[in-house]
């Protein structure tokens, strides 16, 4: 048993064969690239409407004769992409009548009206890219 005692004790001594580890590099680099694209398609739609009408009558040298210069209301609809709507606007059927007052002599007449409904549509397609780039370079020595 005396003999072994020796043996033992070697054996239950922790880290007595270990050996050592010793890198075998002195320095070094990591280098990491990471790209990233996406793309984003967009539709603007922009829609303006008239929610009124305008009429306007002017000049020089006219005789306007009805009882109102104004024509009476009309309701007008209009259908645009599957949404109906629904207007008030101008009969132009009882519009006042405009004569030349002095006939001879000179004159000017306009007579303008905007109707009530869809005035401008713009509609903006577009696509765009957004890349990512992300370098990353680690440096190491012992």
Do not use: C
């Amino acid at each position: 048993m005396k003999r072994y005692l020796p043996l033992l004790l070697i054996l239950n001594t922790p880290y007595t064969l270990a050996v050592p580890v010793v890198p075998n590099f002195s320095s070094g680099t990591m280098s990491a690239v990471t790209r990233t694209t996406q793309n984003v398609t967009e539709t603007i739609v922009s829609t303006d409407f008239n929610t009124g009408h305008t009429y306007t009558i002017n000049g020089t040298n006219l005789s306007i004769d009805g009882t109102t210069l104004s024509p009476s209301p009309a309701e007008t609809s209009q259908t645009i992409n599957g949404v109906s709507y629904t207007w008030t606007g101008a009969d132009l059927t009882t519009k006042p009548n405009v004569t030349i007052a002095n006939p001879g002599q000179a004159f000017q007449y306009a007579e303008s009206y905007i109707g009530p409904g869809l005035s401008n549509m713009t509609t903006i397609n577009r696509t765009t890219v957004l890349e990512s780039v992300t370098e990353t370079t680690s440096v190491f020595s012992q």
